[in-house]
């Protein structure tokens, strides 16, 4: 089941709520309205690499090096 943003369209409080796919939009658990909106959601990771890795081992940006733009 995915996780959803919402914000309530009544007292602009915002929440997550685990959610099936067909589901209709919860009521919010501020207020209790049923006027909530759900948000644009922006997925992040966090991983234990140091940096991140562009381009495979040959390193050198975003095309790998051959074009001159990670000198």
Known sequence: MPIYEFV???CESHF???LGLDA???ECPEC???KTRRQLSVFATHGTAGQPSFGG???GGCCGGGC???S
């Open 24 to 26: 209709g939009d919860p």
């Open 57 to 59: 081992p040959s390193g």
């Open 68 to 70: 001159g733009c990670g």
């Open 16 to 18: 997550e709520e685990l």
């Open 32 to 34: 209790g309205s049923g």
């Open 8 to 10: 309530c369209m009544t």
